[in-house]
């Protein structure tokens, strides 16, 4: 994997992490490496879908250990259709390297399973998923650090 590939993973996990000081760096980092705009906005969108997907997926199972009476108190952001997330199968390889490590960022299970799976079909190696988790864990633990610095 090269150095723009795995910048345009930085900046979806960075947006996935929510650490906002990591997605400065790795944007600017991205940019110098030739990523172009368009590709910055996806590779962004790529982590708010999974996020959003993660926190779709958690609704149903929170409302029943809360007790169904407290649905009026939360509110769903989105609907969960079919093939809506930014990981659907057409994906690039890339983007799909890239929803393995948001997945892996929101601690979503499902949604990593399933873009492990896509990445597969779109052509990408273990040895690549391990590099975008590795990207992941490290931007995890430096949004972490950061917020920790911080209380």
Do not use: W, Y
């Amino acid at each position: 994997m090269n150095h723009r590939d795995r910048e345009f993973i930085s900046v979806g996990v960075s947006v996935a992490a929510g650490c906002e000081r990591c997605f400065e760096v790795h944007v600017k980092e991205a940019r110098s490496q030739g990523v172009s705009e368009e590709k910055l906005a996806q590779s962004m969108n790529i982590g708010l879908n999974v996020r959003e997907h993660a926190q779709a997926i958690m609704h149903e199972p929170g409302l029943l250990v809360l007790g169904r009476k407290l649905a009026q108190l939360v509110t769903r952001t989105g609907e969960d259709e079919e093939g809506s997330e930014a990981g659907a199968p057409s994906a690039t390889r890339i983007e799909e390297l890239t929803s393995v490590a948001c997945a892996f960022a929101v601690n979503c299970e499902t949604s990593l399973e399933q873009h492990q799976a896509n990445a597969r079909l779109a052509g990408a190696t273990d040895e690549e998923m391990q590099e975008a988790i590795r990207i992941s864990r490290f931007i995890k633990g430096k949004a972490d650090s950061l917020c920790c610095k911080r209380i």
